[in-house]
């Protein structure tokens, strides 16, 4: 079972940008397919983006749509969200999954804070 460590996090002013990464283990990182969500206090975890297993084909959350990019090197078994134009409401803990079938494995979630 693949293992998930999320690192990038942190406090951005308003229109500034981060760029969060998620480090799996194991050798069979190209097999899952993976993806970012968010929680922010009091609400419900929100789909933010996902990748397919090779890397051709992404997906996006309405709010993050244009803003936010993922992308994976399977070289490195890591998977990358790029977030540009941060706002406010992006304010939350992001959490990387990987999706083996059906399967999910979730990280510990990465904190950020976009301040106005």
């Known amino acids: 079972q693949v293992q998930l460590v999320e690192s990038g996090g942190g406090l951005v002013q308003a229109g500034g940008s981060l760029r969060l990464s998620c480090a799996a283990s194991?050798?069979?990182?190209?097999?899952?397919?993976m993806g970012w969500f968010r929680q922010a206090p009091g609400k419900e975890r929100e789909f933010v983006a996902a990748v397919c297993r090779s890397g051709a084909n992404t997906g996006y959350g309405d709010s993050v749509q244009g803003r936010f990019t993922i992308s994976r090197d399977n070289t490195k078994n890591t998977v990358y969200l790029q977030m540009n134009r941060l706002k406010p409401e992006d304010t939350a803990v992001y959490y990387c999954y990987a999706d083996w079938f059906g399967h999910d494995t979730w990280g510990q979630g990465t904190q950020v804070t976009v301040s106005s």
């Open positions: 194991g050798r069979t990182f190209s097999t899952y397919a």
